[in-house]
C-alpha cells in the first residue's frame, strides 16, 4: 500500500470524489482509481486491486471498485464492490470478492465484543440461570453453565473463562469477511461477519456475530431484526425474524416471522411463525406453527404440535417456574403445560395439563388429558411407528457441514440414558401394584392416574426394550469371537476396559454419558486444571468413547436383569440371551408392523377417491400413498426382522460349535 500522488488525487476529485485528509489514504494498484468514484473518504483508508467483475442473477455484470459512497477508517480488499451506501460505513475492515450496495449504515463504535459475552436468561425469566454466549459455545457448554448452578464455584470458574475469551474477541473495528454479499440493508452495527455469508433486505443487525464461513456460509434475509446475538455456521434466518439476545447455533433456521428472546438455538432447530422467550433449545427442536409458544422450557429432539403453549407465571412471585421435555418428546396441537413440570424421553403430551406432573423415569409415554386429570400411558410409544421414525431421520437431518462441530449429538433411542430410567420404571409400577393392589382399576403417580392395563402393559414394554438393548450390547462385544470359544475365552471377550460407565448416566442436551465422567470433567474445570477449549474438547473425547462407557454400564445390569453375572457366564446363559434378545426384537417389529398397518386401513383413506366407488377411493389411496407392503418404513420393518434373525442365529450357531 502506499499514499496518493497528487496527479492521483487530482484524478479522484474529476471523479466527485472528496476527502478530508488525502495523506491518509492508500492504495495498491493505480488501475483502480478508474473503480472509484462519488466517494468521501474520511480518517484512514486503504484500497485493494479493483480487477474482476461480479455477475449478478440474470446476468448483469458490475465492475469492482467503489461507487456512491462514505468510507471512514475503512480497510477494502481486492476484488471488492461497494456501491450506493446513503449514509456511509465506518471503523470496519472488508475482505476479498465482497459485494456490498444499497446499504444504509454500517459502523462499529468504541469497543464491541460482538455479541460475545451476553447474557441470555433462559428458562427463568427473572434470572439465575443466564447463558454467558459466545461464539464457540456448545449445548454441553451451556447445559453446565444454564443447569449446575448448585456448584457456585463451577459456574465462576466458567464464566470467567467467557468472560476473558469475549475480552479476547473485543476490537474497536467490525469486520465483513471474503466473498460476503450485503445487498438493501438498513443498519448494521457492530456486527462481525465471517466469509460467504448473505445478508439481504436486512432491516438491523446490532451486537453480533455472524459465524459464516464457505464451507457453510450463514443466510440472513428479508426484515430480519437481531440484536444482541450469535449465529453459528450453516444457519439461516430470514422473513421478518426477530430476536433479541438469543444463540443460534449450526444448521438453524428461523424464518416465516419468528420471534424469540432470551432463547439458545442449538444444532439443527427449526422455528418458523410461532415465539420462543427464555427457552433452551437443544439440537433438533422444531416448531413449524402459528400460535406455538415455547417458553422457559428445555428441549431436545422435540417436535411442538400447533398452538403448544406453556406457561411458568402463576401471578404470585413472577414468571419463575421452568420445565424440561426430555429428549425426543413431542407435543400434540393444542397441547398445554404449566410449569413446573418434566416429561420423560419420547413422550406425547396431549391435551391440558395443570397438576406439575413427573414422568421422568417413565419414558417412552403417553400423558393424556381427560376431564382435567392427566393420564399416563407408560411405555406404549415403543412400539410407535412415529418414535421408531424419528430416530431413523434425525441423523439423516443432520445438515451441518462444517467440520468443525460444536455440538456433541447422539442418536440413539436405547441408551444407558434411557434403559435405566425403564428399569426405575418397572420398579415403580411394581410399588405401585403392591401398595394399591393389584386389582385396583386406576393407580396415582405424581399428580396422574395410570389405569390398570396400562400400568402392566407399561412393564411388559420396558422389560422388552432391555432386553433388546442388553441383547444387542452382548451381541455386538461378540461379534468377533471364534467358532467354539470356551466359556473363559467369552468371560475375556466381555471384560469392560473403559474407566467409566458404572452408575447413572445423564443426557446433557444431545450428549449422553456417564454422571461420573461428567462430574470429573467439571471438577477439573472448577480446579482450573483446563481452559474453556479444552473442556469443549473434553466432551468431544467423551461422545468419541460412548460405546466403551455403554458396554461398561450394561455389563453390571445383566446380574440382575437376567440373572446372569458376565463374570461367570456360560455359552448355554449367552444362548439364552440370545433367544430372548430374537424374540423381543421381533415381538417389537411386529408391533411396529401392526402400528404401520393402521395408516392403511379404510379409515385413513376417508377423503380419498372424490365422487367415486370404494374401489376408486382405495386406487386413490394408492396412487397417492403407496401401498403397505411397498412403504418404506414397512420394507425396513420386514429387512429388520430378517437381519436380526439372522444376527441371533450366526451367533447362536458359533457358540453351538464348542460342544459340537
Request: aromatic share 10%; hydrophobic share 35%; with cysteine.
Amino acid at each position: 500500500m502506499r499514499n496518493l500522488s497528487e496527479k492521483e488525487v487530482a484524478v479522484l476529485q474529476g471523479r466527485g470524489c472528496s476527502s478530508e485528509d488525502w495523506g491518509a489514504v492508500q492504495i495498491e494498484c493505480p488501475e483502480s482509481l478508474d473503480y472509484i468514484n462519488n466517494v468521501h473518504f474520511s480518517g484512514k483508508v486503504t484500497l485493494g486491486r479493483f480487477e474482476k467483475e461480479f455477475t449478478l442473477p440474470g446476468g448483469l455484470k458490475k465492475h469492482s471498485g467503489v461507487r456512491n459512497a462514505t468510507l471512514h477508517n475503512v480497510t477494502v480488499g481486492d476484488n471488492t464492490l461497494i456501491e450506493n451506501v446513503s449514509n456511509y460505513i465506518a471503523n470496519y475492515d472488508i475482505g476479498h470478492d465482497t459485494y456490498i450496495e444499497n446499504v444504509d449504515l454500517v459502523f462499529n463504535d468504541g469497543m464491541s465484543s460482538f455479541g460475545n459475552g451476553v447474557e441470555v436468561s433462559v428458562l427463568n425469566e427473572t434470572g439465575g440461570r443466564e447463558v454467558k454466549i459466545f461464539d464457540r459455545l456448545s449445548a454441553q457448554v451451556a447445559y453446565v453453565l444454564a443447569m449446575y448452578r448448585h456448584r457456585h464455584g463451577l459456574s465462576e470458574r466458567l464464566n470467567a473463562l467467557i468472560d476473558q475469551y469475549a475480552k479476547e474477541r473485543s476490537s474497536e473495528r467490525g469486520s465483513i469477511g471474503s466473498n460476503v454479499r450485503i445487498r438493501n440493508t438498513r443498519y448494521i452495527h457492530g456486527v462481525r461477519i465471517g466469509d460467504a455469508a448473505v445478508i439481504s433486505g436486512v432491516n438491523r443487525l446490532r451486537n453480533g456475530s455472524v459465524m459464516s464461513n464457505s464451507i457453510a456460509p450463514v443466510c440472513i434475509g428479508h426484515g430480519v431484526i437481531a440484536d444482541d446475538f450469535i449465529i453459528c455456521s450453516g444457519s439461516s434466518v430470514e422473513d421478518n425474524t426477530s430476536i433479541t439476545r438469543c444463540f443460534v447455533g449450526q444448521c438453524c433456521h428461523l424464518g416465516h416471522g419468528y420471534s424469540a428472546s432470551d432463547s439458545l438455538f442449538f444444532s439443527n432447530c427449526h422455528g418458523e411463525n410461532g415465539e420462543a422467550c427464555a427457552i433452551f433449545a437443544g439440537p433438533f427442536t422444531v416448531t413449524h406453527h402459528k400460535s406455538t409458544l415455547l417458553i422457559a422450557g428445555m428441549f431436545s429432539f422435540m417436535n411442538a404440535g400447533s398452538g403448544s403453549n406453556q406457561s411458568n407465571h402463576m401471578y404470585k412471585l413472577g414468571p419463575i417456574h421452568q420445565g424440561v421435555m426430555e429428549r425426543g418428546s413431542k407435543t400434540a396441537s393444542d397441547s398445554y403445560i404449566l410449569w413446573p413440570s418434566r416429561v420423560g424421553a419420547f413422550s406425547l403430551v396431549m391435551g391440558r395439563h395443570v397438576t406439575h406432573s413427573d414422568t421422568s423415569n417413565l419414558p417412552f409415554s403417553y400423558l393424556i388429558e381427560q376431564q382435567n386429570t392427566t393420564y399416563l400411558v407408560p411405555g406404549v410409544n415403543l412400539r410407535s411407528v412415529g418414535t421408531i421414525r424419528d430416530a431413523q431421520k434425525w441423523p439423516k437431518r443432520d445438515a451441518r457441514k462444517d467440520p468443525d462441530r460444536l455440538d456433541c449429538i447422539n442418536y440413539n433411542l436405547l441408551s444407558p440414558y434411557t434403559i435405566q430410567k425403564m428399569i426405575k420404571g418397572i420398579q415403580l409400577l411394581k410399588n405401585l401394584q403392591y401398595s394399591s393392589g393389584e386389582l385396583s382399576d386406576v393407580y396415582s403417580y405424581h399428580s396422574t392416574k395410570i389405569r390398570n392395563s396400562s400400568l402392566r402393559k407399561g412393564i411388559s414394554y420396558y422389560r422388552t426394550a432391555i432386553t433388546k438393548f442388553l441383547g444387542n450390547s452382548i451381541i455386538k462385544k461378540l461379534e468377533n469371537l471364534r467358532p467354539g470359544a470356551s466359556d473363559e475365552e467369552i468371560r475375556r471377550e466381555l471384560l469392560p476396559t473403559a474407566k467409566f460407565g458404572k452408575g447413572p448416566w445423564v443426557d446433557l442436551s444431545g450428549l449422553i454419558a456417564p454422571k461420573e465422567a461428567v462430574d470429573s470433567l467439571l471438577d477439573r474445570l472448577e480446579q482450573g486444571t483446563i481452559g474453556l477449549e479444552e473442556f469443549s474438547s473434553a466432551f468431544h473425547d467423551m461422545h468419541s468413547h460412548y460405546y466403551e462407557y455403554e458396554w461398561t454400564w450394561a455389563y453390571d445390569q445383566y446380574g440382575s436383569f437376567f440373572d446372569y453375572p458376565l463374570e461367570c457366564i456360560t455359552a448355554a446363559q449367552v444362548e439364552d440371551i440370545v433367544h430372548k434378545w430374537k424374540e423381543a426384537v421381533i415381538g417389537l417389529d411386529h408391533e411396529l408392523y401392526n402400528d404401520a398397518r393402521k395408516e392403511f386401513d379404510l379409515a385413513s383413506m376417508t377423503g380419498f377417491g372424490a365422487d367415486g366407488t370404494r374401489q376408486d377411493k382405495e386406487q386413490d389411496f394408492s396412487e397417492v400413498r403407496g401401498r403397505f407392503d411397498s412403504n418404506s418404513f414397512v420394507t425396513a420393518v420386514v429387512d429388520h426382522i430378517r437381519v436380526k434373525e439372522a444376527l441371533g442365529n450366526e451367533l447362536i450357531e458359533r457358540l453351538g460349535l464348542r460342544n459340537a
